[in-house]
């Protein structure tokens, strides 16, 4: 019986010491800093007698096999590309995720780059940039940002990123097909449009030619002559201090050039009335520039302003502090386009028709929904069978002061000396 007990001691031994050395090979393995929560150690010695370990080359087959299952996100390939971005901004708060606000149209895209494995970092190890940062309620049809992407293809595979590839085929074909991925996680209105493989030095703000916005309005009485000569003085490079919301802190030259300035009408009616378009195209712009000139147009447009007021306002040296006015909604605005050098964005055929099948679907969506409010509109039409209305008292109109005679916002000089007082006091105080 005692040697019967020292023979089973000797074999535990031994298997504890094979169960050693094989727990030294897998921690050396690849996957074993992938897989901490994996059990390394073999239980008792009964456990032990029921594996068949038989050899070590064996051992090493099966470490193999589970390394090629689980593989990090450092081990595939990546590569930097520029997305093509559309959303309904209605329900954002903006586009930016920098905020405590939530949801933005970057943070449900973040959600879905990470649901789908396509990115592992921060934004700064994805070298991250975005062209446009829309505020609340802003849509777009056109935005594009920049990062790596998880690749399918070899890191020569992907090409040095030169503007003259941009158009070789080779670069797109065997590609991750990241419309389909992408447009399958995120939520219905937002979509991506399109991709294109970019250099490592590329920036979709710094490197964007031109920017597109539309902004929609009903004519109802404007007078659109009187708007377009009006919004042919913003062409060319001008300080718009007066056009937009001052970010002092950040922004410290407000001369922006726009290219190109329209007004014209679109397709859509309503019973009488014809929904028109203004479109603006620049190099940049400033926080709230467009919706700033928006609203001083639609002023000049009831005839309560002008159009001399443009270039009034236009000479900062005269009057270097905005007057105060109230900017345009921002539902009717849309960042249209943002323009490169060499970018051609691609798409799958079978991602665009989806993508062009749920367009289809979503407009039809609202065109019902706007069908049903147009029912209700009818329904509230007087008829014979109505009862006779009570009539109200009439209200006066609202008198309008001209921008002129208006209090003025602090001028970019006063801001600047607010602002080095509060640095000054947090600087003597920095826990306050």
Not at 42 to 59: F, N
Not at 108 to 129: H, N, P, V
Request: aromatic content about 10%; proline content about 4%.
């Amino acid at each position: 019986m005692q040697s019967e007990l020292d023979s089973l001691r000797l074999r535990v031994k031994d298997l504890e010491s094979e169960n050693a050395r094989l727990s030294s090979l897998l921690s050396n393995c690849k996957c074993s800093k992938e897989c901490r929560n994996v059990d390394t150690g073999i239980g008792s010695a009964e456990e032990i007698q029921g594996l068949k370990l038989h050899t070590d080359d064996k051992m090493n087959q099966k470490v193999k096999g589970f390394s090629n299952k689980i593989r990090s996100m450092h081990q595939y390939s990546k590569r930097y590309v520029a997305l093509k971005v559309m959303y309904f901004g209605q329900r954002f708060f903006g586009f930016a995720s920098e905020g405590q606000m939530d949801p933005t149209i970057e943070s449900e895209i973040f959600r879905a780059l990470e649901k789908t494995r396509l990115i592992d970092g921060t934004k700064k190890d994805l070298q991250y940039s975005r062209c446009g940062r829309t505020d609340k309620g802003v849509s777009s049809v056109g935005q594009v940002i920049s990062l790596f992407l998880r690749s399918k293809l070899n890191d020569a595979d992907t090409g040095s990123g030169c503007p003259q590839e941009f158009q070789m085929k080779e670069l797109y074909e065997g590609e991750l097909d990241y419309v389909r991925i992408l447009n399958k996680e995120l939520p219905k209105d937002i979509r991506v449009m399109g991709w294109c493989p970019v250099p490592v030095d590329f920036s979709s703000r710094f490197s964007c030619l031109s920017r597109e916005y539309k902004y929609f309005f009903w004519r109802e009485n404007l007078n659109i002559k009187a708007m377009e000569n009006a919004g042919k003085k913003f062409i060319g490079e001008h300080d718009f201090r007066n056009f937009c919301k001052m970010d002092a802190a950040n922004v410290h030259s407000f001369k922006r050039c726009i290219t190109e300035f329209k007004i014209f009408p679109c397709a859509e009616r309503f019973d009488e009335d014809q929904l028109w378009v203004v479109k603006i195209k620049g190099t940049a712009f400033l926080w709230h520039q467009v919706r700033c000139i928006v609203a001083v147009l639609f002023l000049i447009g009831k005839g309560l302003e002008s159009p001399d007021l443009i270039e009034i306002l236009l000479d900062t040296e005269k009057i270097p502090k905005k007057p105060q006015y109230v900017m345009a909604p921002e539902i009717p605005l849309v960042l249209q386009s943002c323009n490169f050098e060499a970018l051609k964005f691609v798409c799958s055929s079978g991602s665009r028709k989806a993508l062009l099948d749920h367009l289809e679907m979503e407009c039809k969506s609202y065109k019902i929904q706007s069908a049903i409010f147009h029912e209700a509109f009818l329904s509230c039409s007087l008829s014979e069978n109505d009862e006779i209305l009570l009539e109200d008292k009439p209200k006066k109109p609202p008198s309008h002061i001209p921008l002129m005679l208006r209090p003025t916002e602090p001028s970019y000089e006063e801001r600047c000396v607010k602002l080095n007082s509060q640095l000054k006091v947090k600087k003597k105080n920095p826990l306050s």
